[in-house]
């Protein structure tokens, strides 16, 4: 409000929406009158207003003026309620304590999972528990009201992490031999998508021998995977359907690189996911197990080069002043050269170090760094008890200080020392489960699923800018992925739940989250989500909603991980 100089009227600035826009109102009134116009436009009032919009002069923004009328209407807006007779409990929300990502203030949040009915939430702030202190009193008091026999409200603590893996794997099954004496088999991968554990293939396998710095045998196939290749791929490797048709299929040539690489010692950029194919085909065309010797070119860039921020093949070709024609670049033959060359000098340097074999490789970091380069994924951690809760506030302690690096960071060996009173579950998108099964056997996801006590997944909605960022080449692929996680985490007899992963209270709150996800964080860098053109939408779900999210499932298994499990954790 602003009283005009004339002291007869008041400016009265106003700010309206109707849930999909919003706009500003100016109102004159008379002195004598404000006081019953206010009255009207208390905040949350609902009212109708008639006027026209122009460019406000003074505030350079379009707004109402030249009001014709307003008068006071019922709410039109639809209550969320969650009518389920059995309810389900979130176990995975983050407040506006976590920091440039959650937006809701967690007494809102409890709130409204009361009203619903619920009989529990979960806080899980990133990194920290400043959201624990409004949620432990405004809990306390409000269970201080209750009525004989009325069951308590619980508000379980928690935190969201990342865990660091303690081995940084730049060389697996490391022999004794010396760098310089060995022939070594680059190679690199083109395949029809990330799911080497699903239905993906591959469409061209690589790959160089090179000795003391030269080039002694290539190998380059195109393979048939048997079905069509999408355009992302395509337009990624400029490989075509017209291009496979005739070629081998992907049994074939996996038999005849394993016979051209016999069993010398492999390279690759990434050798994760290329290697993650060439275990899954020699599974899938029972060829025994792959027991060659793999050096990860891009693992040991970020541990000799760690004064550099970026190691992709694009990165370390120009570092190391190999000649590369990024026209050509993911296609496997040319990157596979491309990282022999580059492979060749990090060897040389590696030498003038002193480091002569390779079973020295994984001797680049100590124990004191390892927190800076070892695999990185999310977890979430419950407290079950006061013992547990006092071995949370520990484990977040070391995060922020001993293992703080860029951001604050655990390793998995610090949460085995103090797991007593904890439950463990996987966490996100960015969790090891999540993305490893995209990779993994059933036999190997069990074993990173015995890490955890129960596992997470959430609505498909929740993960839908990685099918539109190509992550996941459609949404049947995905679902078929959350379907493995639900039937390998049963099968291990771990509890798999359902989670909204809550960032969120409204559907139509997204809009402030977005801006936070476009900003630069405290320290540098960026949200994870900024790169995505649009960002899911996490809001606070009801029972029936996330039954319906999961409907895929079949009614039966969605009711036991929304509804059963939540509420035995």
């Given amino acids: 409000?602003?009283?005009?100089?004339?002291?007869?009227?008041t400016i009265v600035k106003i700010v309206i929406t109707d849930f999909t826009d919003t706009i500003a109102a100016k109102i004159f009134v008379k002195n004598e009158q404000r006081d019953e116009l206010m009255e009207h436009l208390k905040k949350g009032n609902f009212i109708k207003i008639k006027g026209v919009t122009t460019m406000d002069k003074f505030d350079h923004e379009i707004g109402l003026s030249f009001l014709a009328g307003m008068k006071k209407?019922?709410?039109?807006?639809?209550?969320?309620?969650?009518?389920?007779?059995?309810?389900?409990?979130?176990?995975?929300?983050?407040?506006k304590m976590s920091d440039m990502d959650g937006v809701s203030d967690v007494k809102d949040i409890i709130k409204r999972a009361k009203s619903w009915g619920h009989k529990a939430i979960a806080v899980t702030d990133h990194n920290g528990v400043q959201g624990f202190v409004d949620a432990y009193h405004f809990v306390r008091d409000y269970n201080k009201k209750l009525k004989e026999g009325e069951e308590p409200f619980k508000a379980l603590y928690g935190t969201e992490l990342t865990m660091i893996d303690d081995t940084v794997k730049i060389v697996v099954r490391p022999n004794d031999s010396k760098l310089l004496d060995n022939t070594y088999v680059v190679f690199d991968l083109e395949t029809t998508g990330f799911n080497a554990g699903g239905e993906d293939s591959i469409i061209e396998i690589g790959a160089v021998k090179i000795l003391n710095g030269e080039i002694i045998d290539r190998y380059d196939q195109l393979v048939d995977p048997g079905k069509q290749i999408s355009q992302r791929i395509t337009d990624v490797t400029s490989i075509t359907n017209e291009m496979l048709v005739g070629k081998p299929n992907e049994e074939t040539a996996i038999k005849e690189f394993k016979e051209w690489i016999a069993d010398l010692p492999m390279v690759a950029h990434n050798a994760k996911f290329d290697v993650s194919f060439v275990e899954?085909?020699?599974?899938?065309?029972?060829?025994?197990?792959?027991?060659?010797t793999v050096i990860d070119t891009l693992e040991l860039s970020r541990t000799m080069d760690n004064n550099y921020a970026r190691h992709s093949l694009s990165a370390l070709v120009k570092r190391y002043n190999v000649a590369f024609d990024e026209e050509h670049h993911h296609r496997a033959d040319y990157d596979a050269e491309g990282t022999a060359l580059v492979y060749h000098k990090m060897m040389n340097k590696l030498v003038s170090r002193n480091i002569e074999k390779i079973s020295e490789l994984d001797n680049l970091v100590s124990k004191d760094e390892i927190h800076k380069y070892g695999q990185a994924s999310h977890i979430n951690i419950l407290a079950k008890n006061k013992k547990g809760l006092k071995n949370l506030f520990k484990i977040i302690s070391l995060a922020n200080t001993t293992y703080l690096y860029k951001t604050p960071r655990i390793l998995r060996s610090e949460i085995e020392r103090l797991r007593e009173?904890?439950?463990v579950g996987s966490g996100c998108y960015q969790s090891e489960v999540f993305v490893q099964a995209r990779s993994k056997s059933d036999e190997e996801l069990t074993n990173i699923i015995n890490f955890y006590d129960y596992v997470e997944v959430q609505p498909m909605d929740v993960y839908e800018h990685l099918v539109e960022n190509g992550e996941f080449g459609s949404t049947e692929e995905l679902e078929s992925h959350l379907k493995k996680i639900v039937r390998v985490t049963k099968e291990c007899g771990k509890i798999i739940v359902a989670t909204g992963d809550v960032h969120h209270l409204f559907k139509e709150d997204k809009i402030y989250r977005e801006i936070i996800v476009n900003q630069k964080v405290p320290g540098g860098g960026r949200h994870p989500l900024a790169r995505y053109k649009k960002i899911p939408s996490q809001h606070f779900r009801t029972t029936r909603e996330m039954l319906n999210d999961f409907a895929f499932l079949g009614n039966e298994l969605a009711y036991e991980i929304v509804v059963e499990n939540t509420n035995k954790i």
């Fill in 1 to 9: 409000m602003h009283e005009l100089r004339n002291g007869e009227k």
């Fill in 73 to 95: 209407i019922p709410d039109f807006t639809t209550p969320r309620l969650d009518n389920s007779m059995e309810k389900r409990v979130e176990l995975h929300c983050h407040t």
């Fill in 280 to 292: 899954m085909a020699y599974e899938k065309y029972n060829l025994g197990e792959f027991k060659n």
């Fill in 421 to 423: 009173g904890l439950l």
